[in-house]
């Protein structure tokens, strides 16, 4: 069959295409097969929540005209409800013709158990609010902290359309195609929903189906690995991160040059230059404010703008997650709306981006406020117009509204704890005279951003190590000892000792910055998540110990009730071992197998009957 070589027309695909993937046409009956025990829409499930058509009636409102796979999908009324308006911009800007966006929404967690007929993803919710399906927990263990799963949220890739009907009693034809998935990809889904989206506008419904056929026969999401996927009679070779790569400058791909080959952005990322330009010298309190968790709201007047800057804000501080919620597109008739724009109460700790205008008033009284303009007309700002020195940043009831929703800018209460680091500034505006390519500048940031968070982070990931107990105080058959707790005051005591400067590039009241910072959900996170990886790894040094030790021998003499103790701590071992949340070599796997046939082997015969 004939090889797609880059990107085709406008008219035919999407105009971009995520890095580290390769797209091929095929038959999409050919490609692919499932294993004998999946189930149908099992693999489609793991990927995919679902695929809806929403339209937009003048009578009725937004309402979901079509859900697929059809018959398997469940969803709130109050879910129902938000996809709608997520679905359709919430701004008068007049929107003509196709755009995309994203939005993330909370789940309804009264039914989040029940939303797939199929319960291979949700076999354990309804026991325990934390769970995860074996296949989002081994994911969410191997990739990006930024990009996992998490339980109680969704993200709905859009491609909306509107486009003139004097047929129609408004004169507008208005409708959306909507993906629904619980994985971040947000140039990978908008472009396998730009191939689904362009060809239903054209032949119709059947086209959705045969998505959610091909998305069917995708195989498990294994981070690291080159996965082969069809889509409509493509075939796409996709590899996810599982760290933060060097990113290559991307080569571009031509229609008319089918073996040359092609990078372009990552399949999670979002263009950052394009992005942060409009407020590029605001880079250092960006990043400030995202690391410390400060309220956020972000007003555009394109729902395609905002997502993707508030995409862009939480990626700045990896590899270090972004813990707080976050919500690329929010409208006034989101559930969380009176939450989110109560003044009796001080505005939670997270990201929001809007593009209605009444959003100005009732969110005036949160402390950090980005105006961005449209992306394709960017104002360009001198160093002297910065906003976050001037009193003209504040945000005040009256006079700043108007300047709120005429400038783009960057209105904040906050007060930096770093200097600026004009070096980067600098080096991106001469790439922007020079014509730097966006990819070009996009990997500058990106690469500037990482290196920024993981010099912030060296110290404390020095300090954590030293709460780990000593190799000589593991033994095999006692309980593993306790990790020290973490303790501020003594950290920033070891900032003071001497030694080389671990953070030479941070200029400015750092132990302040260090201070906000225990106090933010992103270091509480991280703290969390220190203390999992430690606990794993001490688990790790007492079965090679068990492995190693003369087991047979320590049985002589021991009591029945002492053998049955070791014996339900060991299978509690391979329980974690066998449910792939410990990785244990198979050799150690064996052998702690061949240990609790010992123990089971000394134990009495009506003890053994029990446990078998």
């Not at 797939?116 to 325990?128: A, E, G, K």
Request: proline share 6%; aromatic share 12%.
């Amino acid at each position: 069959m004939d090889e797609i070589s880059g990107v085709a027309s406008s008219d035919d695909v999407p105009s971009s295409l995520p890095q580290n993937l390769s797209l091929k046409r095929k038959s999409s009956s050919k490609i692919g097969s499932k294993d004998s025990h999946t189930l149908p829409w099992d693999r489609f499930s793991h990927w995919v929540h679902s695929i809806l058509v929403v339209t937009f009636d003048i009578e009725m409102g937004q309402s979901i005209e079509s859900i697929y796979p059809n018959n398997h999908v469940k969803l709130s009324q109050q879910d129902r409800t938000n996809i709608c308006y997520l679905s359709f911009p919430d701004s008068n800007s007049g929107i003509l013709g196709d755009s995309h966006f994203h939005f993330r929404f909370r789940l309804d967690t009264s039914t989040s158990a029940n939303n797939f007929h199929n319960f291979h993803q949700y076999q354990n919710l309804n026991q325990t609010s934390r769970s995860l399906s074996t296949d989002y927990e081994n994911y969410n263990s191997k990739t990006l902290s930024g990009l996992q799963v998490e339980r109680n949220f969704m993200f709905g890739y859009v491609f909306f359309r509107q486009v003139k009907d004097k047929t129609l009693k408004r004169g507008y034809f208005q409708k959306s195609v909507v993906l629904l998935s619980r994985f971040p990809f947000v140039s990978l889904f908008n472009y396998i929903l730009g191939l689904v989206a362009l060809e239903y506008f054209t032949t119709g419904e059947e086209v959705i189906e045969t998505a959610c056929h091909d998305i069917d026969q995708w195989p498990l999401l294994v981070p690291g690995e080159l996965l082969s996927i069809p889509i409509l009679g493509h075939y796409l070779e996709v590899k996810f991160p599982v760290n933060i790569e060097k990113y290559s400058l991307p080569i571009i791909y031509k229609k008319d040059l089918p073996s040359v080959p092609i990078t372009l952005p990552p399949v999670h990322e979002v263009n950052l230059f394009k992005c942060l330009e409009p407020i590029l010298i605001h880079l250092h309190l960006l990043w400030e404010m995202v690391l410390l968790n400060e309220p956020i709201v972000v007003i555009a007047n394109l729902p395609s703008v905002c997502s993707e800057l508030v995409q862009a804000l939480v990626s700045v501080i990896w590899p270090l997650k972004y813990a707080s919620d976050y919500r690329p597109f929010f409208t006034i008739h989101n559930s969380e709306f009176n939450e989110y724009s109560s003044k009796s109460t001080s505005p939670p700790g997270l990201i929001i981006g809007v593009t209605n205008p009444f959003f100005t008033k009732c969110l005036q009284h949160w402390p950090n406020i980005i105006r961005i303009a449209d992306v394709n007309k960017i104002v360009q700002f001198e160093p002297q117009e910065s906003l976050e020195n001037s009193k003209s940043s504040k945000i005040k009831k009256t006079n700043n509204i108007k300047v709120v929703e005429t400038k783009p800018a960057v209105f904040t209460k906050y007060k930096p704890f770093l200097n600026k680091d004009k070096s980067i500034i600098k080096n991106i505006l001469n790439g922007s005279e020079s014509n730097r390519p966006y990819e070009a500048q996009s990997a500058l940031l990106r690469r500037y951003f990482s290196g920024l968070t993981q010099i912030f982070m060296i110290p404390l990931e020095r300090y954590f190590s030293t709460l780990m107990p000593l190799h000589r105080n593991i033994y095999p058959f006692k309980s593993l000892p306790k990790l020290k707790e973490f303790d501020a005051d003594e950290f920033m005591r070891s900032l003071r000792q001497p030694g080389p400067d671990l953070t030479p590039s941070l200029k400015g009241d750092l132990p302040g910055l260090y201070r906000k910072f225990f106090d933010s959900l992103n270091f509480k996170n991280w703290l969390e998540q220190k203390k999992i990886e430690a606990d794993k790894k001490l688990e790790l040094l007492q079965i090679q110990l068990l492995s190693d030790y003369d087991v047979n021998n320590w049985i002589k003499g021991k009591h029945e009730i002492e053998i049955l103790d070791q014996y339900m701590n060991l299978k509690k071992k391979m329980d974690l071992i066998e449910t792939k949340r410990i990785e244990a070599s198979d050799q150690n796997r064996t052998r702690l197998k061949s240990i609790l046939s010992s123990f089971v082997s000394a134990l009495p015969e009506d003890v053994r009957a029990i446990l078998k």
